[in-house]
């Protein structure tokens, strides 16, 4: 089993930045494919941003591209997210997901559904102030 705890939410005003960070404990492999999602109050699970186990490949959503990054240290089994330039729409539990056998696309498509991980955070509260 991997455990998988996110850290650094908060309160932010609009244009403000917060950096999230996801470690891994547990039956950690660097193979892992580390993805974040989203949940706004009263909305669905949404896709965020993926990272390859090489930091080779990464995928980002629309909504999140340009603001967003997404880093990890191997070493530390530890996935950051920066966010930056963040708007009241970006108000949302963040969760850190992982894959456990590191693949990322396939037939065209990145792996952005929640039943393509295998491994779920708790989450983290983000809140954007207007």
């Known amino acids: 089993q991997v455990q998988l705890v996110e850290s650094g939410g908060g309160l932010v005003q609009t244009g403000g930045s917060l950096r999230l960070s996801c470690a891994a404990s547990g039956r950690t492999s660097r193979m892992y494919t580390m993805a974040w999602f989203r949940q706004a109050p009263g909305k669905e699970r949404e896709f965020v941003v993926l990272i390859s186990w090489d930091s080779g490949s990464t995928y980002f959503a629309d909504s999140v591209k340009g603001r967003f990054t997404i880093s990890r240290d191997n070493a530390k089994n530890t996935v950051y997210l920066q966010m930056n330039s963040l708007k009241p729409e970006d108000t949302a539990v963040y969760y850190c997901?992982?894959?456990?056998?590191?693949?990322?696309?396939?037939?065209?498509?990145?792996?952005?559904?929640?039943?393509?991980?295998?491994?779920w955070g708790q989450g983290t509260q983000v809140t954007v102030s207007s």
């Open positions: 997901a992982a894959r456990q056998d590191g693949a990322y696309y396939s037939g065209g498509s990145y792996y952005t559904g929640l039943s393509q991980y295998n491994y």
